[in-house]
């Protein structure tokens, strides 16, 4: 069985590209877990409000129905920002659904 030398981890070309790599890498998961905290607020928010507007309810349900689901919505968010394959597609994906509930929650006439 063949061992390594130790010196190969220290190398100079190797240590370069892997600390480059995961200083990448560290800044995109650090970029991921703002989205989730962050960028998926407004959507939770907007996406209750979109509900509490558009349900066919009375007014004082589709309020509490609207505040109710703040939470889980944003919790559901969250998770599916922190799952996703880079900080560029969370935070694209978090501001294209905000344009969309934006312009449904204040743009379309009720």
Do not use: H, K
Request: a positive charge.
């Amino acid at each position: 069985m063949a061992t390594l030398a130790p010196w190969r981890f220290f190398c100079r070309s190797g240590a370069t590209f892997r600390s480059s790599a995961s200083r990448l890498a560290r800044l995109d998961a650090a970029l991921r877990v703002l989205a989730a905290l962050i960028g998926t607020l407004p959507l939770a928010v907007l996406a209750s409000v979109c509900l509490a507007r558009f349900a066919p309810l009375a007014e004082e349900t589709r309020s509490a129905l609207g505040f109710s689901l703040v939470v889980p919505l944003w919790l559901a968010a969250m998770c599916f920002a922190f799952l996703a394959r880079s900080a560029a597609r969370a935070w694209g994906v978090c501001a294209a659904l905000g344009a969309v509930l934006l312009a449904l929650a204040y743009g379309v006439p009720q």
